[in-house]
């Protein structure tokens, strides 16, 4: 054989032998990939499973809810001290009329949607996408700077009275939330809630935070106002414009900002109202019209520590 042959034939071995290896990783690789997708095609359905059991469950604890509470005025609401110590309680008939939603400012409904849910009116009373969007800013921080609490979710904490940062908590509070979806309408649900929300020094309700903190009515608001009441929520006392005026001036900033992402205000608007300074009442005058208007229980010292 010559010596041409012998090379061609080695040659042919050896790319024989390449395609060979070839062929089998690529086998290989075809193998591991299916099995990673069956892996985890597995844990997704177990995952989807054992959520699904525990909601259900959660939704079997709702159950047990009286829905007509969610309209109903309290009985009584307690009063926190700046540390959120129980100074007492106002009673129902001192919480303040309700006040209808046409009654309302629409600057603060913006406002108050811009601030604490956005997609109110997109979500059965959970906000999956704020949920995945909490739990990764919550994962990157490595601590808890973000909820994803909705609306309905707190008007459901408020009513019931859900205490706790617990999941067990979160879990019912959805649970009832849906509940109160299926049940309330979305302009029901945003009544309630304006109507009830604690929003600092005894104030119960955007009529009376108007009132205390404004010396006009819930209708009357302006942007800048309206703004620096919604940002009063999430810390009623220490956001509360009585006590930590440029705090409550820094979340009014906050929340004219959050409306102009929503496209609720414009830019030039934004620049403007960022330089408002809102005059706030006295604190002596609101506790005044409190003591006068409100009878509470509890500590003898009453109200004053509010």
């Known amino acids: 054989m010559s010596r041409s042959r012998r090379a061609a034939r080695k040659r042919s071995r050896s790319q024989s032998r390449k395609a060979r290896k070839k062929q089998e990783g690529w086998f290989r690789h075809s193998f591991i990939r299916s099995l990673g997708g ?3 095609l597995g844990t997704l359905c177990i995952i989807t499973l054992t959520g699904g059991i525990i909601f259900f469950q959660y939704d079997l604890r709702a159950a047990r809810y009286d829905m007509d509470a969610v309209g109903r005025i309290p009985i009584e609401t307690r009063v926190p001290d700046a540390n959120g110590g129980l100074i007492g309680y106002l009673h129902g008939e001192n919480m303040g009329k309700p006040v209808p939603l046409e009654s309302i400012s629409p600057h603060f409904i913006e406002a108050l949607l811009a601030r604490e849910d956005s997609r109110f009116y997109h979500h059965n009373g959970i906000d999956k996408f704020g949920v995945v969007r909490a739990w990764i800013r919550n994962a990157k921080e490595k601590r808890t700077v973000q909820g994803a609490s909705t609306i309905t979710m707190q008007l459901s904490r408020m009513t019931y009275g859900l205490t706790g940062q617990t999941m067990e908590r979160k879990l019912l509070e959805m649970a009832i939330a849906r509940r109160i979806e299926k049940r309330y309408s979305k302009e029901e649900i945003l009544s309630h809630y304006v109507n009830r929300v604690f929003l600092g020094t005894g104030m119960n309700g955007i009529e009376q ?6 010396a006009k009515s819930a209708a009357e608001l302006t942007v800048p106002e309206a703004a620096m009441i919604a940002g009063v929520i999430r810390a009623p006392n220490g956001f509360s414009p ?3 005026y440029e705090t409550a001036l820094r979340e009014m900033r906050s929340t004219l900002r959050r409306m102009e992402n929503e496209g609720v205000i414009s830019k030039k608007e934004t620049e403007q109202y960022l330089k408002a300074r809102p005059l706030v009442q006295p604190q ?5 019209m409190l003591r006068q208007h409100s009878k509470v229980s509890g500590q003898k010292h009453g109200i004053s520590g509010c």
Not at 209 to 214: D, K, S
């Open 38 to 40: 069956i892996v985890a």
């Open 209 to 214: 935070a108007a009132q205390g903190y404004f």
């Open 242 to 244: 009585f006590r930590h």
């Open 284 to 288: 002596d005058r609101w506790m005044k």
